[in-house]
């Protein structure tokens, strides 16, 4: 496969799982300042931000944060490369460029979305009825992956657009724990409704639930850092990620020594992250600091993006890959 082809499916499932994660971040704040009247809603909206990785760029535009700027920039400010219009977009662009290695119905279900969202009336949405407006891009986000699943051959193809679906998902989760739960962790917050718009955030909420444990940071943290079985943890994402990298890796021999050195890079990383989730100890965690180990997750998740971006799309390191810029949280936290 051609690499430009190989990175723009890579991207499209970047940014299928941006625009669906950033949905929710919305959805379930809006819903916190609603139905919760007591809570500093700008320190709700402010934390909103944090977990999207936006705060910074935010306030290179706007002075005040509250729950008509912040929407309106996630939304429909197609300035800002990481709103809902703007991944939309990009979405339909990366998957328009490949659609001689997608099927027919990935391609009519991604312009659909992207024909639905820019005939909508997005200002008038977000002023009345933004819980619909929000559930619509989940829901037509997920009837992509949905569709990509069932229609699409167990190829390179899939192979790159789901690598990128959980490289993307591992580092949203991720941040949620090094903002939201380390947050309400520090706080001592404990019990289900108080820890119920962070499960939500991450649709964890009813298996958190089945799971029977006392909801407080730690078994919160157990779920969407460590848990095998949950398909938005982090541990769940990067074998899967490791498993992708693997399989594409297990190819014709090659016999460039600069791939070939690029090749054992991104094995190794993607190995030893995987590693690490697999035998991470909870207590550990727990002792290191919950923001503390986020932050140094997302740089080793950094760190197999640029080693699968060299190998797979022959990019020079810190080349820039795609419009989009790869979210840290380093800038925005101040300590664990």
């Keep these: ?10 991207w499209a499932g970047r940014y299928l799982e941006r625009l669906q994660h950033t ?20 320190e ?15 306030r290179e535009h706007h002075d005040v944060v509250d729950g008509t700027t912040v929407p309106q920039f996630c939304v429909s400010d197609v300035d800002n490369p990481g709103s809902v ?24 279900v991604v312009n659909d979305l992207y024909l639905r969202f820019t005939a909508t009336d997005v200002a008038r949405d977000l002023e009345e009825q933004p819980a ?14 949905g569709v990509a699943v069932e229609t699409m ?14 490289m993307e998902r591992a580092g949203t989760t991720t941040r949620v724990l090094g903002t939201q739960v380390a947050t309400l962790g520090a706080e001592g917050r404990t019990g289900l409704e108080a820890w119920a718009p ?23 943290t157990a779920l969407l850092l460590l848990s095998p079985l ?18 594409l890796l297990d190819g014709p021999v090659v016999n460039d020594r600069a791939l070939r050195s690029h090749q054992q890079v991104v094995d190794r990383l993607a190995g030893r992250l995987r590693g690490r989730l697999d035998y991470a100890d909870l207590d550990e965690v727990i002792a290191t600091g919950i923001t503390a180990t986020a932050v140094s997750i997302e740089h080793d998740l950094r760190g197999v993006h640029r080693a699968v971006a060299e190998r797979f799309f022959h990019h020079a390191p810190g080349g820039d890959l795609q419009i989009q810029e790869l979210r840290s949280m380093e800038p925005e936290v101040r300590g664990p």
């Design 1 to 10: 496969m051609l690499a430009r082809l190989a990175e723009d499916l890579y």
């Design 153 to 166: 051959s167990r190829d390179e193809a899939a192979q790159f657009f789901e690598l990128g679906i959980h």
């Design 85 to 108: 219009a703007s991944l939309v977009r990009a979405l339909r662009e990366n998957v328009r460029r490949v659609r001689e290695l997608v099927s027919s119905e990935l391609w009519e």
């Design 230 to 247: 949950f398909p938005r943890s982090v541990r769940y994402s990067v074998v899967v990620v490791d498993e992708h990298v693997r399989t």
């Design 132 to 145: 619909a407006l929000y559930g619509f891009v989940k829901s037509a986000a997920h009837a992509v992956i």
């Design 198 to 220: 962070v499960l939500r955030t991450c649709a964890a909420r009813e298996t958190f639930v089945r799971i029977g444990q006392p909801a407080d940071a730690g078994s919160v």
């Design 44 to 58: 709700v909206w402010d934390r909103a931000l944090a977990t999207l990785v936006l705060a910074h760029t935010f």
């Design 23 to 42: 949905a929710r971040v919305l959805d379930v704040t809006t819903e916190v300042v609603l139905t919760s009247p007591r809570v500093d809603q700008d």
